[in-house]
């Protein structure tokens, strides 16, 4: 521990000296505060960020009109509550549309703290008439672009060196999009994993495509997709499809407002349906949005004489080995439904959806005492009810759902605004063990919305225009057993965020996390399993500034700790400093981080978000001890096209082999390169 203390202590003299600030005033990159605080709430490497990214950056680029953005966009920007979206809707409405964006700080629950981070993502314009769809302005006025990527890891691992794996090392992925305003939007993608083969016998091409075309706002028609699209109703207990946020450091957005039908722009091959949906408007308070969807998932394929069956579904997208391969579209999912939404007395906003799938071949998972209460067999039917009150500084919502043969989930909230700086949030949900439905993706513990109880307690407080503090506590309870826990189990959560943004170019920020969950003891000479409690405390700080325009540094300082009942304790530290330069034509960039980490074990590794190429972010993990480093180059030779280059590398003291299975390296290092183009036209 005394050779830790000591070696960050040099790293952080070395670094972190006393800078100070000087040029213009610099707006904060707020999505990458967006993706930080989910990342810091997730820890894994597969956590799919970049459907939120891309999302982001959307906006970014084709910034939300306040004027007519509906709360369903508004609540997709993640920075707004629920209680902000309608006092927003409701000056609107009172005074007529805003016309200027700092006209929001005359509204009782927006500060200027929030205006600043809205900034970079709205807009305010007139509200026009009807959007002309003559031919030459859907060409000539349209927004189009092509982005295509390679990347490898540069060290061969053993899937490779044993010809496991069918495909080279190279991951690829192209997309063509075309917008019309925001009415029209077309997608195509195509996309194949390192390991799967590009051109063989067996293939032509890439290994995934999807693509799809929305439609937006014609006449009773307020949405139309047809091809790959997502659906998002109510708090997401019934359906939900694509990201979904859960527990972060935005303490109080634990109320959801689903997007309904929309097009499907990420590359995870799971997170999408395949068909036809579209919105429907009987009048201005009443809406009915009917889905058919199609598809073929992986699933472990099991065949005999008789009887065809899957035991688990897969859920990787990977098709690298002769085993993947078979499992490749083993499985063909037939869904249907519909949902029918109104809103009543201009407060209260109710929504039914129900929908029925099913599968060609039977479900039967291995049989454990855990998980005999999911769902087997080949269907299965849903019906929830969702609301949404707005009581002035109240804003309550909830959703019950129940499986007509299986159990029921529900969510209960509240939001409550105790003063123009200070928000509460308090959230109740019950999920069945019985409640096993593979579209459920509401805020919970775990990652499925089943066998769980919870109650969770939000605050956000500003303390002053400069300093915001903002915290949660979540108590949750698991009935019956689950993977790994061989007993009904409790647990918990605490977060705790303090941030001082003393102007426009300087941040700084101090967390504290602790958890505690229950789990089968890691070490037991016994025959009998006992469970046994874990304990884990991540203190974070960390600040940027912005030296002058276009140059800025960053520090950050993780420390985790890990214990696993009376076992000893485990510790784990990383330290890291963040580089961004870019020209003043901003058409040369360059941002880099180094990162020096020593854990003691698996049990205390840490977790971090790192920039990457453009609409992507990955999420990286310390372990062992080493350093981590990359590098972001970025350049605009000419304003229609951009490059970007990314190399990263691992480099671990004291290790002779890296990974598992066939993604097992020999040596102490791994690296990897990304090259992407993106041409705006």
């Keep these: 521990m005394h050779s830790k203390l000591g070696l960050f202590t040099l790293f952080w003299c070395l670094f972190a000296i006393p800078i100070s600030l000087y040029a213009q005033q610099q707006e904060v990159n707020i999505v990458d505060t967006i993706i930080e605080s989910v990342v810091a709430q997730h820890e894994t490497e597969e956590l799919d960020i970049n459907d939120l990214a891309n999302q982001l ?57 929030t205006i600043l981070q809205l900034k970079p993502f709205v807009s305010v314009m007139a509200v026009t008439g009807a959007t002309s769809y003559k031919f030459s302005d859907l060409v000539h006025l349209s927004d189009n672009e092509f982005v295509v990527t390679a990347a490898s890891i540069l060290e061969d691992a053993r899937g490779y060196k044993d010809h496991k794996y069918i495909g080279d090392k190279i991951r690829l992925y192209s997309r063509l999009s075309y917008s019309y305003t925001d009415k029209i939007k077309m997608t195509f993608q195509a996309h194949k994993d390192a390991g799967e083969a590009f051109f063989n016998t067996k293939l032509k091409g890439f290994d995934f495509y999807t693509g799809n075309l929305f439609i937006k706002d014609a006449g009773r028609l307020k949405q139309l997709v047809i091809g790959d699209y997502s659906l998002q109703f109510g708090q997401g207990v019934a359906m939900w499809t694509g990201y979904a946020m859960g527990k972060s450091a935005m303490t109080v957005n634990t109320a959801r407002i689903g997007t309904g039908v929309g097009a499907f722009r990420s590359s995870n091959e799971n997170a999408y349906l395949r068909g036809v949906a579209g919105k429907l408007a009987f009048n201005k308070n009443l809406s009915f949005t009917p889905f058919v969807s199609f598809r073929s998932l992986d699933a472990t394929l099991h065949k005999s004489d008789s009887l065809s069956f899957v035991s688990a579904l897969l859920t990787t997208g990977y098709h690298r080995t002769e085993t993947e391969l078979t499992n490749q579209k083993s499985l063909k999912e037939l869904l249907y439904g519909g949902n029918l ?27 454990h005492l855990y998980n005999q209460f999911e769902f087997t067999g080949k269907e299965q039917s849903a019906l929830s009810f969702s609301y949404g009150l707005n009581l002035s500084r109240f804003y309550f919502y909830g959703e019950e759902a129940k499986l007509i043969n299986g159990g029921t989930g529900t ?18 949900r019950n999920y069945q063990r019985s409640f096993s439905n593979p579209f459920s ?8 919305n089943n066998n769980e109880r919870g109650f969770y307690s939000g605050i956000n407080i500003k303390l002053t225009p400069k300093i915001e503090w903002a915290g949660y506590a979540d108590h949750f309870n698991f009935p019956w057993l689950k993977y790994r826990v061989d007993a009904p189990t409790n647990g918990y959560g605490l977060f705790s965020m303090i941030c001082y943004v003393p102007n426009r170019k300087a941040k700084f920020e101090l967390r504290f996390t602790k958890q505690e969950k229950d789990i089968n003891q890691t070490q037991s000479e016994s025959t009998i399993t006992s ?11 960390s600040f940027e500034y912005d030296i002058s325009q276009g140059f800025s540094l960053g520090n950050k300082i993780d420390y985790v700790t890990f214990q696993e009942s009376k076992n000893p304790l485990e510790s784990g530290f990383a330290m890291s400093f963040n580089l961004a330069l870019q020209n003043r034509t901003k058409r040369l960039g360059i941002e880099s981080r180094y990162t020096l980490f020593d854990t003691d074990s698996y049990n205390s590794r840490l977790y971090a978000a790192e920039k990457d190429i453009l609409y992507s972010y990955s999420s990286a993990m310390y372990q062992n001890a080493g350093t981590r480093f990359y590098v972001n180059l970025k350049a605009i030779p000419i304003k229609s096209l951009t490059f970007w280059l990314r190399y990263s590398v691992y480099s671990y003291r004291n290790v002779e082999q890296l990974g598992s299975g066939y993604d097992v390296i020999d040596g102490n290092k791994k690296s990897e390169v990304k090259a992407q183009m993106r041409y705006a036209f």
């Design 531 to 541: 469970v046994v409690t874990d304990t884990r405390k991540n203190y974070r700080f």
């Design 57 to 113: 950056y959307y906006y970014k680029r084709h910034p939300l009109n306040l004027n007519t953005a509906s709360n369903e966009e508004l609540k997709s920007l993640y920075l707004l509550n629920d209680l902000q979206i309608s006092a927003i809707k409701e000056h609107i409405q009172k005074f007529g549309a805003l016309a200027d964006v700092a006209e929001l700080q005359v509204i009782d629950l927006i500060d200027k703290s």
């Design 441 to 448: 993706q509401a805020f919970g513990e775990s990652g499925n």
């Design 341 to 367: 939404s109104a809103q009543l007395f201009r407060k209260l906003t109710i929504g039914l959806t129900g929908f029925h799938f099913q599968y060609d071949k039977p479900l039967i998972k291995t049989a």
């Design 411 to 428: 969510i209960n909230g509240v939001l409550v605004a105790i003063s123009p700086n200070s928000t509460l949030s308090f959230l109740y």
